[in-house]
C-alpha cells in the first residue's frame, strides 16, 4: 500500500532537491576530511543535513528523522569543537549518508523506510560519547557477475528483403538484389585475436559489494548484481531516472522558435491557398520561396534547442566519484585524491547514466593497480599522496573524459608477455605488435597483469567492460601509458545519441547510411589500378595497401557489377575501401532504435527527406572486428 496517497507531487520534490543536496554533501564531506578546520564547509553540510531533516519530518518519515538527526548532532559537535574530524568519524558519516540514500530508495517505492542498522547506530552514538568507533559489519565480496551486455546477434546476415517488407508494411521488396542466405559478413581485415571466457576472479578481502554500494550511492544489497544479504529489507530494483531539469532559457528559447514555426505556418498556408486559387506569378513564388527558406532555418533552429533541453552537465556524474575512490583507498590503506575538472561540459542526458559503471571500473583500475602504495611512492620519490584526474571536455562534436594517474605506468612488454603466457594471443601476433597495439590488449577478455585477478578492479574483465560499454554509446576508448610514471585513459563519444552525421550509400535503387564519424574521403575505384593478393582485393592509396570491401557482399547482396566508387574509411584500428553504387549525398539523421528485433549489422533506422525507409549500417558489426580487438 502507498504510504503516501495524495502526496506524491510533493514526494518526488523532495526526493530530487534531497538525493542533490545530500550528493552536494558528500562533496562537501570529502573536502572536510583534507579540510578539518573549515568552518564554512561544516556550515554547508549542518544546513544541508537540517534541509533534509525538515523535509522528512513533514513527510513523517520517521526513521530518516532520526537519522538525519543523530547525524545532525555529531556536526554540531564538530561545529563547537567539541571532537575533531578524523577518518574513523568520517567512516561513520559516510556510511550514514549511504543509509539515507537507501531510505530515499524506498520513499521512492511509496513506503515508510525501516530504522537504520543497528551497527550503524552505534557507530554515530560512539562518536557522539567519544568512545572508539566499532568497525561496520564486513560483507562477503559476492560472486563476480556476468557483465550485461546486448543479445548477440544472429550468425548469418539479416534477411534485407523481409525486414523491409516489415519496416515499409510493403510486400515487396526494394528494387535490389535478392539475400543470399549462404553469405553473411564479410571475413574480417585482421586476424581476431582467440578471445576466453574470463576466468573466476580469486576471493581476496577488498569489500568490493561496499564499495559498489559507494558508486551507486545505495546500500550494497541494492545495487544490481550484488548478492548480498538484505537481512530482511526489500532489495529496491535499479530504476533509470526519467526526469530532466531544463533551464527556463532553454525552454524560452524553445517556445519562441515554436511561435515564429507557427507564423511561417500560417504564411504557407495563405501561399498554397493563393496558388491553387491560380496565383503563380514571379512575387507569389518569391515569397514561396522565402517562406520555406524560413521554414526550413526555424526548424534547424528548433531542433538544435530541443537538443540542447537533454544536455546536462556531466558534473552530475563525476560527483560521485570522490566518495568511491576515498573508501577503496582507506581499503588498500593508500592515500589518493580524485582531482575533477571540466564538470561544467554538458553531454546527453542518457549517455551520463550508460557512462557510470565504465568510469567505475577505471577509478577503481586506477586506485587499485595504477596507483602504489605509500611506501613504493615513497621509495620511487614520489609524493606520498597519489592523483588521480577525471577531467571532461568538449572537442568538436565529441567530449572526451580522460582518466589519468600518476602511478607506476605500465609496461607494453609484460602485457604482451602476459597476454601470450594467457594464451590470449599467439607469440607470431605478439611479435607484430607495436607498443600502442601491445596496450591495447588489456581490453582482451580474460586479461590480468596480476596471477590473480581482484574483485575490485583488474585490466581485463573490468577493462573489457568498459571498451564494450563505450562502444554501445558509439564511443571509442584509447590508452597511452609510461612506466613510473602513470597511464592516460581517454573515452570519445559524441554529444548526444539522438541524432547521427551519416553518408547515405547506394545499393542499386536503395540507400543505406554509414556513420559520418568513420568516413575519411571518397575515392574513384579503377579496375586497373586493383592488386589481388591472396584472392582479395587491394588498393594502393597514397602508398598505403587498403583493402577493398564490397558493400553488398557484406550484407549479402549479390554484385551486380564492378563498382567505380568507394569511401575510404576508418574502423576501430583499420582502415579500408568500402566499394559502393553510388552516394546520395550526406545529412543529421535523428535515429529510431529498432527494440523488438535488430538484425545483425543495423544499428538503427531512419527516414530519407523523400519517405524512403534508410537503414543504419553498423560497420563494426559487419566487418566482425571483435570489440575487444581495438
Known amino acids: 500500500m502507498n504510504d503516501f496517497a495524495g502526496m506524491e507531487e510533493l514526494l518526488q520534490d523532495f526526493l530530487q532537491e534531497s538525493s542533490e543536496m545530500l550528493s552536494d554533501v558528500d562533496s562537501k564531506l570529502l573536502s572536510l576530511e583534507q579540510s578539518p578546520n573549515d568552518s564554512g564547509l ?28 543523530l547525524t545532525e548532532n555529531i556536526f554540531d559537535r564538530l561545529r563547537n ?30 513506503v515508510q523506510p525501516n530504522s537504520a542498522p543497528a551497527d550503524l547506530t552505534a557507530a554515530l552514538q560512539a562518536v557522539l560519547d567519544g568512545q572508539p568507533v566499532p568497525q561496520a559489519k564486513t560483507l562477503a565480496p559476492p560472486p563476480p557477475s556476468t557483465p550485461v551486455t546486448p543479445s548477440a546477434p544472429a550468425a548469418s546476415g539479416p534477411d534485407w528483403s523481409a525486414l523491409f517488407q516489415a519496416l515499409t508494411g510493403s510486400p515487396e521488396a526494394p528494387a535490389s538484389p535478392a539475400a543470399d542466405p549462404a553469405v553473411s559478413a564479410a571475413p574480417p581485415l585482421a586476424s581476431a585475436v582467440p ?11 577488498i569489500d568490493e559489494a561496499r564499495l559498489k554500494a559507494s558508486a551507486y550511492g545505495r546500500r550494497a544489497s541494492d545495487v544490481p548484481g550484488n548478492n548480498v544479504p538484505s537481512g530482511g529489507r526489500r532489495e529496491d530494483a535499479a530504476v533509470k531516472e526519467n526526469t530532466i531539469r531544463v533551464d527556463t532559457d532553454r525552454l524560452d528559447q524553445v517556445l519562441n522558435l515554436s511561435g515564429e514555426i507557427g507564423l511561417t505556418k500560417n504564411r504557407l498556408t495563405q501561399l498554397r491557398t493563393d496558388i491553387l486559387l491560380g496565383a503563380a506569378d514571379a512575387n507569389t513564388l518569391r515569397a514561396l520561396d522565402e517562406a520555406v527558406n524560413q521554414l526550413d532555418m526555424l526548424v534547424v533552429n528548433l531542433q538544435n534547442s530541443v537538443m540542447k533541453t537533454r544536455m546536462q552537465p556531466i558534473g552530475r556524474l563525476f560527483k560521485k566519484f570522490p566518495r568511491l575512490a576515498r573508501d577503496l583507498a582507506r581499503q588498500l590503506g593508500k592515500e589518493v585524491e580524485l582531482v575533477l575538472s571540466g564538470e561544467e561540459t554538458e553531454i546527453d542526458k542518457t549517455m551520463i547514466e550508460d557512462l557510470n559503471d565504465p568510469l567505475v571500473h577505471l577509478i577503481r583500475n586506477a ?3 595504477g596507483v602504489e602504495d605509500p611506501a613504493q611512492r615513497s621509495a620511487a620519490g614520489k609524493p606520498v599522496r597519489s592523483t588521480v584526474q577525471l577531467q571532461a571536455r ?27 603466457e594467457k594464451g590470449l594471443i599467439s607469440p607470431e601476433v605478439a611479435s607484430s605488435l607495436d607498443d600502442n597495439q601491445c596496450l591495447e590488449l588489456i581490453f582482451l577478455p580474460g586479461f590480468s597483469t596480476k596471477d590473480q585477478i581482484s574483485s575490485v578492479s583488474g585490466r581485463g574483465v573490468g577493462m573489457d567492460v568498459v571498451k564494450t560499454n563505450i562502444k554501445k554509446l558509439n564511443g571509442t576508448v584509447s590508452i597511452h601509458s609510461e612506466p613510473g610514471k602513470g597511464t592516460e585513459l581517454t573515452i570519445s563519444l559524441p554529444l548526444t545519441l539522438a541524432i547521427l552525421p551519416v553518408l547515405l550509400v547506394r545499393l542499386g535503387d536503395q540507400s543505406f547510411a554509414v556513420p559520418l564519424s568513420m568516413v575519411r574521403e571518397i575515392i574513384s575505384i579503377q579496375q586497373e589500378n586493383l592488386q589481388h593478393v591472396g584472392g582479395k582485393a587491394n588498393i594502393v592509396l597514397r602508398g598505403e595497401v587498403l583493402p577493398l570491401v564490397s558493400l553488398a557482399h557484406m550484407i549479402g547482396w549479390e554484385e551486380s557489377g564492378a563498382s567505380e566508387v568507394g569511401v575510404l574509411m576508418h574502423v576501430e584500428n583499420h582502415s579500408f575501401i568500402l566499394s559502393v553504387d553510388g552516394f546520395d549525398g550526406h545529412d543529421d539523421v535523428v535515429i529510431k532504435s529498432m527494440d523488438t528485433f535488430r538484425p545483425k549489422g543495423v544499428a538503427g533506422v531512419t527516414m530519407s527527406s523523400d519517405g524512403e525507409i534508410v537503414l543504419i549500417l553498423d560497420i563494426k558489426e559487419l566487418l566482425g572486428i571483435a570489440p575487444t580487438n581495438g
Open 42 to 69: 561544516l556550515n554547508d553540510i549542518f544546513r544541508g543535513f537540517h534541509t533534509i531533516k525538515g523535509g522528512a519530518g513533514f513527510l513523517n518519515a520517521t526513521e530518516l528523522v532520526t537519522l538525519c538527526h
Open 81 to 110: 569543537g567539541q571532537m575533531h574530524v578524523t577518518a574513523e568519524i568520517m567512516d561513520a558519516i559516510l556510511a550514514a549518508t549511504s543509509e539515507i540514500r537507501h531510505m530515499f530508495s524506498a520513499l521512492s517505492q511509496g
Open 195 to 205: 578471445q576466453e571466457t574470463p576466468a573466476p576472479p580469486a576471493a581476496v578481502e
Open 367 to 369: 586506485v587499485d593497480h
Open 394 to 420: 568538449q572537442i568538436g562534436d565529441h567530449i572526451n573524459i580522460t582518466i589519468a594517474d600518476d602511478g607506476k605506468g605500465m609496461s607494453p612488454e609484460t602485457i604482451r608477455s602476459k597476454a601470450i
